[in-house]
Structures are given as C-alpha cells and as structure tokens.
C-alpha cells in the first residue's frame, strides 16, 4: 500500500508560481511511475503530467507543455510540479497518483494510476 500526500497549493496571483509537493510511503518508490491530475469545478479529472520511475521520461498535457515542470526525488519518495506562468483557468485541485510497480502501460488516464492522494488546491486570480 502507497500513501501520497500532496501540498504547495494556494492562491496565486496570474503569472505568478507554485511548486506542488507528493510525498509517498514506502521503499520501493522508484518502482513507481508518478502522475499529476488535475478536476476544476463541473468539470473531469484530467491528465496533467507524468514521469517514469527512474525519472528519465517526462509526458504532459498539451496545455500544460512549457509551463508545468515534473520532477522527482527518489531518495526523499517525493515528486513535484512545477507551475509557472499560472493562468485563472489553471485553478482546479491538484491530485498526485502512483501507478502499480513496474507498471507498463500508458501514464495519461486515470485508471492507469492505483494510488491517489487527497488532492491539494490551487487557486489562480486574475
């Protein structure tokens, strides 16, 4: 069993920037490929970014492509987000995920992730 528990959200102003933090039980988080998602009120969780267990393949949404940065800490079981350039329509809560082990498959949806953490707000005023 993996538990995440996101932080680094608030209110930001547009343009501004913030860094999300997920942090993971266990030894084996390398193991892990790591997910951010994100679910703006009315509206699905979508796919945000991802990056393998190793670190060394990255994925995002194009939306997001040249603005959020994913990175991760295998020695401290922590990934993170970087959100710069922040605009209001990226408000939504932020929820970090954790494939199975060894996992094989794609990193865009939902059910290819089976860990969650509670998620973690981030609002952007214009």
């Known amino acids: 069993q993996v538990q995440l528990v996101e932080s680094g959200g608030g209110l930001v102003q547009a343009g501004g920037s913030l860094r999300l933090s997920c942090a993971a039980s266990?030894?084996?988080?390398?193991?892990?490929?790591m997910g951010w998602f994100r679910q703006a009120p009315g509206k699905e969780r979508e796919f945000v970014a991802a990056?393998?267990?190793?670190?060394?393949?990255?994925y995002y949404t194009d939306s997001v492509n040249g603005q959020f940065t994913i990175s991760r800490d295998n020695a401290k079981n922590t990934v993170y987000l970087q959100m710069n350039s922040l605009k209001p329509e990226d408000t939504a809560v932020y929820y970090c995920?954790?494939?199975?082990?060894?996992?094989?498959?794609?990193?865009?949806?939902?059910?290819?992730?089976?860990?969650w953490g509670q998620g973690t707000q981030v609002t952007v005023s214009s």
């Open positions: 995920a954790a494939t199975a082990p060894y996992y094989g498959g794609s990193y865009y949806y939902i059910n290819d992730y089976r860990y």
């Open positions: 266990g030894r084996t988080f390398s193991t892990y490929a």
């Open positions: 990056i393998s267990g190793s670190g060394g393949n990255t």
